[in-house]
Structures are given as C-alpha cells and as structure tokens.
C-alpha cells in the first residue's frame, strides 16, 4: 500500500488549491482516506476523511468545514482534497494516510497505523 500527496503550491490569501492524493496496492473500497495537516512547530492533526465503504464516516474538522471538500475517483484511487479560501492559518504540510484521525495525531501514530505518504507543502501569504 503506498499513497502520495501532490498539488500543494505558494498561494495567497482566499485562493483555492486542489491536493490529490494517489493511491496503489489497494482500492478506495478497501480504506477510508483521510487527510492531514502540520504546520511549523504544531501536532499534526485531522483535517478530513472520505469513506467509500462507510459514507457516514466522511467528516472535516471545524476548521475547514464550508471550505474544503473531500472525494475520490475509485478508477484512478485518487482522492480529491479541494480547498477554498485559503488563509494563512492553513499554511502547514498536508498528508494523506489510510485511516482517519480526527483531532490531534500523536507523534507515534504514523508508524503504528495505517500506510501514509509524504506530504504537499501549502503555503498561505496574506
């Protein structure tokens, strides 16, 4: 199973960006996906999750939630996080991993649970 976060980029204040995160060795029937984010000297913590094999698991944290929005392409195993209005509160590295935290993910998480791929720099300037 590995997974891959691209799209991120230099923008400034209300922008929009689209992150993909590209997936194999697995389906999107398999796994939820959820998506991350660390900014410079914070916990990494749960920004959203998309759930083929459970629709009711899909959620977004506080934070994002009228901004951002998640879906996936199950014949690409593709999933789609679309941010809007971006501000520089949401300036942090963004990952994508096969399970779905909400909150604050522990230092020790990553390489107890679930398969996660490396991280696309988004950067906010106002």
């Known amino acids: 199973v590995q997974l891959q976060a691209s799209g991120g980029g230099s923008v400034q204040t209300g922008s929009s960006l689209r992150l993909s995160c590209s997936g194999s060795?697995?389906?999107?029937?398999?796994?939820?996906i959820g998506w991350f984010r660390q900014a410079p000297g914070k916990h990494r913590e749960g920004v959203s999750c998309?759930?083929?094999?459970?629709?009711?698991?899909?959620y977004y944290a506080e934070f994002v939630k009228g901004r951002f929005t998640t879906s996936g392409d199950i014949a690409k195993t593709t999933v789609y996080l679309q941010m809007s209005d971006l501000n520089p509160e949401d300036t942090a590295v963004y990952y994508c991993?096969?399970?779905?935290?909400?909150?604050?993910?522990?230092?020790?998480?990553?390489?107890?649970?679930?398969?996660w791929g490396q991280g696309t720099l988004v950067t906010v300037s106002s």
């Open positions: 060795g697995f389906t999107l029937n398999d796994y939820a």
């Open positions: 991993a096969t399970v779905c935290i909400y909150g604050t993910v522990l230092p020790s998480t990553p390489a107890k649970f679930g398969s």
């Open positions: 998309f759930s083929l094999p459970d629709d009711s698991s899909t």
